[in-house]
């Protein structure tokens, strides 16, 4: 099945520094997501890639849609407090019939800010 | 806009029983709604497709009999957990799909459902 590879799985760094995360598959996808969950949360989507290549921001964060569409890393920037959380990545899943329906997600990044 | 809400946000209930989480989109219709199921420090994993005015769609493994969905109308879907036991204790997620030019990124998530089976 499609499966999403995350890494690293926790990070632990200091405010002010910047964060890069990434997330790999074995197949190809056309969509890749990063969402964002705080705790007792539902995940809130943070960027949408859809071209190969494609690189994307939204404010401190960025993030790009690999050349062979089997791979996409996020970028945040001058970290702060509020950046805690866990990172996923999320593509669709591709049912039987050629539609896609739901989102298969990475394991995780648990983002751990140090003041 | 595009706000989804789930009720209630948490639950705790004596095994055996069964529980019905809702799923409401509040300001746009949802013809599509999903379900997932997140174990503690694990990822979301989808469990259901659910149309409106037709049949659910589910994952393998997801037991049909034992996860019931109605989607009723274009913004509210349920999800029954029947006859529920401590391995179903989990935080379930609704998203609902809303109609856009791009529907990958129109697809907005609930705050989820805390159920802790006694």
């Known amino acids: 099945g499609q499966q999403l590879n995350q890494s690293p799985q926790s990070m632990f760094i200091q405010e002010g520094e910047d964060v890069s995360m990434n997330c790999t598959s074995s197949s190809i996808f056309n969509t890749w997501l990063w969402y964002k969950q705080d705790p007792g949360e539902g995940p809130v989507l943070l960027i949408a890639?859809?071209?190969?290549?494609e690189l994307t921001s939204n404010g401190r964060l960025t993030a790009q849609f690999g050349i062979t569409r089997k791979d996409s890393f996020l970028n945040i920037s001058a970290s702060i407090p509020s950046d805690v959380g866990i990172y996923f990545c999320?593509?669709?899943?591709?049912?039987?019939?050629?539609?896609?329906?739901?989102?298969?997600f990475g394991k995780g990044t648990h983002l751990i800010i140090q003041p | 806009g595009a706000v989804v809400s789930q009720h209630p946000s948490r639950v705790i209930c004596k095994s055996g029983t069964s529980v019905k989480i809702e799923c409401r989109s509040l300001?746009?219709?949802?013809?599509?709604m999903f379900w997932y199921r997140q174990f503690p420090k694990q990822s979301l994993m989808l469990m259901a497709t659910s149309n409106e005015g037709s049949k659910a769609t589910y994952e393998q493994g997801v037991e049909k009999d034992k996860f019931l969905i109605n989607h009723a109308s274009l913004t509210l879907s349920t999800l029954t957990v029947t006859s529920a036991h401590p391995e179903d204790s989990s935080f379930y997620i609704c998203s609902a799909r809303r109609v856009g030019r791009r529907y990958q990124e129109t697809q907005y998530f609930g705050p989820g459902t805390r159920l802790l089976v006694l």
């Open positions: 999320a593509g669709p899943i591709i049912s039987e019939g050629g539609g896609a329906d739901g989102l298969t």
């Open positions: 890639l859809y071209k190969a290549g």
């Open positions: 300001d746009f219709q949802a013809t599509t």
